[in-house]
């Protein structure tokens, strides 16, 4: 049996922050921030909206487009590095917020590579004929793990959601998952962090006034490991299926920085049309990036129905994953 996607919903928090904002918080401008990371805006949630609340208005928005009642889904995975709170977990509040009794489910937290762990994670629940209907949503509200005085991670970060349901394909139907591949290299973990607030480090005044629940990043060590990843699980995902880059419709990123986004078409020798490229407006939103840049892939036309989408994923950890779909509607 194979998995299909066949409905997509998204949501991003109505304010936005400028990188012309960004200039009367720390020493930055938006002409660096253009040109070291290709962001404009990002949309920033405000102070009674968290994680959830994102999820649960994206679950809607994909439930919508299907026509379906929330109550069909079997399954919910929830991809966030931003939980409401440790627990009860918030795929637990989100399924409570759906009215979605029959379903199950869990957080899934992978950093940047969230989503397309998630993806292939529900997909395998359908194609085992576990179940028929379930739900995958990457949240997260990254501006409550940033630190506004350090310019290095400000800048890069904002917030929203995305939902996709997942459903068997009907049988001869050419649609769905054809191939994933997923990766960890925990010797990278130092590199891309948030120190304090586990049980390593538990919260403490120290920890609070040493700033250590916030994000920190050695971003020259992510970049290069991100743009030599990304190319290599994208290149191993399509000679293993016999492919190659000119059967791709459109590659759909992670959006982390548009250098690396770049440097990876160009690798793969993609031209600019067939790469999704819509961090300018959202920064990275962590596990909602790859949603948030398939809706906007479809709205632009670059992505229709049979077309042919691979996406693809480097986060903290390290992180990384590739996962190949024959798009369904």
């Not at 209907?133 to 506004?148: E, P």
């Not at 304090?196 to 120290?206: F, K, L, N, V």
Request: with cysteine; charged share 20%.
């Amino acid at each position: 049996m194979r998995a299909k996607i066949t409905a997509l919903g998204c949501y991003t928090p109505p304010r936005i922050l400028t990188n012309y904002e960004l200039e009367n918080l720390v020493d930055t401008s938006n002409e660096w921030i253009l040109e070291r990371t290709g962001i404009r805006e990002r949309h920033i949630a405000d102070p009674d909206i968290a994680t959830s609340d994102m999820g649960t208005e994206a679950a809607r928005k994909a439930l919508a487009q299907a026509g379906v009642d929330p109550k069909s889904l079997e399954a919910i995975v929830l991809c966030t590095v931003t939980p409401d709170m440790f627990f009860p977990s918030t795929a637990c509040l989100i399924q409570h917020h759906l009215g979605a009794p029959r379903a199950w489910g869990f957080d899934l937290i992978a950093a940047c590579s969230s989503f397309v762990y998630g993806l292939n994670t529900v997909a395998q629940f359908v194609q085992s004929g576990l179940h028929r209907r379930v739900m995958v949503i990457g949240a997260d509200t990254m501006s409550r793990i940033i630190d506004y005085t350090d310019r290095n991670t400000c800048v890069l970060f904002g917030d929203g959601a995305g939902a996709m349901i997942v459903e068997p394909a009907e049988e001869g139907e050419d649609a769905g998952l054809i191939d994933f591949i997923g990766e960890i290299d925990g010797a990278g973990g130092e590199y891309l962090k948030m120190p304090a607030g586990g049980s390593r480090m538990p919260p403490s005044h120290e920890t609070v006034d040493k700033r250590l629940h916030y994000v920190h990043q050695d971003g020259q060590q992510v970049f290069k490991y991100a743009v030599r990843k990304m190319y290599e699980l994208c290149a191993e995902i399509l000679k293993r299926n016999h492919l190659t880059a000119a059967d791709v419709a459109v590659l759909i990123p992670h959006q982390a920085n548009k250098r690396i986004i770049s440097a990876t078409a160009d690798r793969l020798g993609l031209p600019p049309e067939r790469v999704m490229i819509n961090i300018d407006r959202y920064g990275n939103t962590t596990s909602a990036t790859i949603p948030l840049a398939t809706q906007d892939a479809i709205a632009q036309g670059s992505l229709k129905k049979g077309d042919l989408v691979l996406f693809v994923a480097v986060g903290a950890g390290y992180t990384a994953g590739a996962s190949l779909w024959r798009w369904a509607y």
